[in-house]
């Protein structure tokens, strides 16, 4: 949906007035690889897609905060000073979060405004829509009301309003890649001190390929929260040995296979040595890029998914179909899950001349074997949070 169409979408939901109209893009996210790794203090290699939520924004002459979405019918219309004072369940408490995180930093807003959010990114995807929508929010917000707009500093923020004000312990690797993401890079981001790299992702003749799984999870409700405190009980076993480790990814696999020992529980073990290894694929997975080396590129995403399905147990029945599936594509050089898993999408680097034959063969033998339809979103890297400006 183009910018006109948009507009005249937004005017045709709130009446007109002499205010005018604003528009600003956030991106989802793909995981490259580094997966389960930013709440553990390690590296990741996120890529901001070029799909996500525009916010068509517009000031009020109240103090009536409107939130609309072309995509879910529940809306909510909320004066500024109840804002935060119950929450919905619903999709709009994430830009309410934000709004309520923006007061405790001292930036209460002048006046209402009324917000139309179109969404590309399918909810439950795995491909950060919730963490899109805060970016977008606390992004427009600060611009229209003239405050800086330190990406970083809104990255934090849509973190803490996830984690505060929605529930969901998500660490801060989607906010991030969605608010600084760069045009055909990836993210190293080092989710323990935010120090970041850009990456040239020079994928060539090969195209990002993300297949939906469409099997619907929710992070509240998953295993997520669960995973967090297994690798909150290694880490304090460990520090009983290291007590200056912080987080398991700081933990090189040399350190890591000496102190393994000291982990009694199966499970747990299992854990932490994903953590371990995954951090350390992330960094080799940077200098295969840097050397342009895609088929190791690919191999090390090969790795990861099988770490995440066998030692950190998140994969599901149909994310390792859709692998499996993948991997028979003679072109794909790569296929992981990305996300948080239990559902979600996978991943994969695909020679273009084999794309079509991916997504034709790969979508027929998933339906064949879960009863599921894939949706596949063949894309290329794009830009973090900005305005969208009048064309020239």
Known sequence: MNKQELKQLFLTRYEENEQSLHFFNAPGRVNLIGEHIDYNGGYVLPAALEFGTTLIIRKRNDDLVNLKSTNIPYEASIQLHNIGVEKTGEWVDYPLGIIVELKKMGVELTSGYDLLFHGEIPNGSGLSSSASIEVVTAYSLLGMEGKAQDKVEIAVLSQRTENQYVGVNSGIM?????????????????????EYDLVP??????????????????LVDSKYNERRSECDAVLATLQQQEPELNYLAHLTPERFEQLKDLIQDDVLLRRATHVVEENARVLKSVEALKGNDLQLFGNYMNASHDSLRDLYEVSCLELDVLVEEARKIKGTLGSRMTGAGFGGCTVSLVHEDDVEQFVAEVGKAYEARTGLKADFYICGVGQGVHEIKEEK
Do not use: E, P
């Open 201 to 218: 992702f020079r994928t060539g003749a090969y195209k990002i390929v993300i297949s939906n799984t469409n099997k619907r999870r929710g």
């Open 174 to 194: 989607d906010q991030f890649a969605v608010a600084n993401g760069a045009k055909d890079h990836a993210i190293l981001l080092m989710c323990d001190t935010l």
